[in-house]
């Protein structure tokens, strides 16, 4: 695993912005950055696909024991969203995706940082945008990255069981927009009829008792990038469990996005070589550690604790308590720090996207750097 210094391309935004990110420089500031690349081996590649499909079946294991141990209120999960969690998990409601962040500097093993579960972005960047980078740029080159091609695939056989779909989004963010759009074109491409709307234009229909559009048309499936720990907060959430409304990512997956799942994880196969030690906020670690909330964005509110040197980040999470993650260190770069988000596309490990900062915690301003590989020596 290489970092590649370059000169980024003359007319980058524009190309970038051909393939519908538009987000590429908010505040002025860089996030796309081509003036640099990672390399890495087709055995590294093959490396990173094993772990993904591992860590994505110790996840599968893990929501089963938390349903049959009643494990919940480690989680915060309130008591009347419980039957509803477990339902969506026995009707084997399908998930779309998700995102495995991951520590390694391309020898020995990668380590799992976390998951991002229910609401990941980047994943526009890391499918289309650096695909048609590595076209340009080394075309001799290839890279790991099969998302597209793995999301027509999931909405092909989604759309068998829902045809139509709604999209929801916050308002504001150009980001999430521009995320939710790419996966509304996939679903568009794959035949299924779709609408966009804004979260807080979802209403509730007393007389139906059904969720409904702007259009008071029935939403009978909606993909949502809305976390579900913010979702279950909001009073219409009573609803959901009796609405007949099918939900992308389901409700099992706050199982999984809930930083406590690290812990748990840790308790169900200790020493695994792609986990780090974790514990709960009442059980801290010895050593250096890094203090995570159970529920954060973004890398706010994040410690990291070596002896007497301490790095944080602030914010306005925490209130759910805290969990305990063995410290390990990222690898500099010529000064960067690389964290490898490792996709997971309808149970399949789908390719990987890469970002960096000068700081060893990964927040929104971190950068976006495209990646290749190339064969053996």
Not at 140 to 150: L, P, R, T, V, W
Not at 173 to 182: M, Q, T
Not at 333 to 339: E, I
């Amino acid at each position: 695993m290489q970092r590649i210094a370059l000169t980024p391309r003359s007319d980058w935004q524009a190309r970038v912005g051909s393939v519908g990110m538009h987000y590429h420089s908010p505040g002025g500031e860089i996030y796309w950055d081509e003036s640099a690349c990672y390399c890495f081996t087709r055995s590294q590649i093959d490396l990173l696909d094993d772990v993904t499909h591992e860590l994505h079946q110790l996840c599968l294991s893990a929501v089963d024991h938390i349903i049959r141990r009643n494990g919940f209120a480690k989680l915060h999960i309130p008591q009347w969203a419980v039957p509803y969690i477990i339902q969506s998990w026995e009707q084997q409601e399908p998930s779309l995706y998700g995102r495995f962040d991951l520590a390694w500097n391309g020898t020995g093993t990668p380590k799992l940082l976390e998951y991002n579960a229910d609401t990941p972005t980047a994943l526009l960047e890391a499918s289309v945008v650096q695909w048609f980078w590595l076209q340009e740029c080394f075309p001799q080159a290839d890279q790991f990255n099969s998302i597209h091609e793995k999301l027509l695939s999931f909405w092909a056989n989604y759309r068998h069981r829902h045809p139509a779909l709604h999209f929801a989004s916050m308002d504001g963010s150009d980001e999430d927009f521009g995320n939710v759009e790419y996966l509304r074109d996939t679903a568009l491409q794959a035949g299924l009829q779709t609408w966009h709307l804004p979260i807080p234009q979802i209403g509730w229909d007393k007389r139906q008792q059904r969720f409904v559009d702007e259009q008071l048309q029935v939403i009978s499936a909606l993909f949502k990038l809305y976390p579900w720990e913010w979702l279950l907060q909001d009073e219409f959430s009573r609803y959901l469990p009796s609405a007949n409304l099918t939900l992308l990512e389901p409700a099992w997956k706050l199982l999984l996005s809930s930083k406590g799942i690290l812990p748990m994880l840790w308790e169900l196969f200790p020493d695994h070589p792609n986990l780090l030690a974790a514990s709960f906020g009442d059980q801290p670690l010895l050593g250096a550690y890094v203090r995570k909330p159970l529920y954060s964005r973004e890398g706010a509110n994040i410690e990291i604790r070596r002896g007497a040197s301490v790095v944080e980040t602030t914010g306005s999470y925490g209130a759910e308590g805290y969990i305990y993650q063995q410290y390990t260190p990222l690898t500099a770069f010529a000064g960067h720090y690389p964290v490898i988000g490792s996709w997971v596309i309808a149970n399949q490990a789908a390719g990987i996207g890469i970002r960096e900062d000068t700081s060893e915690i990964t927040g929104n301003n971190s950068r976006f750097i495209p990646h290749y590989f190339v064969e053996d020596n």
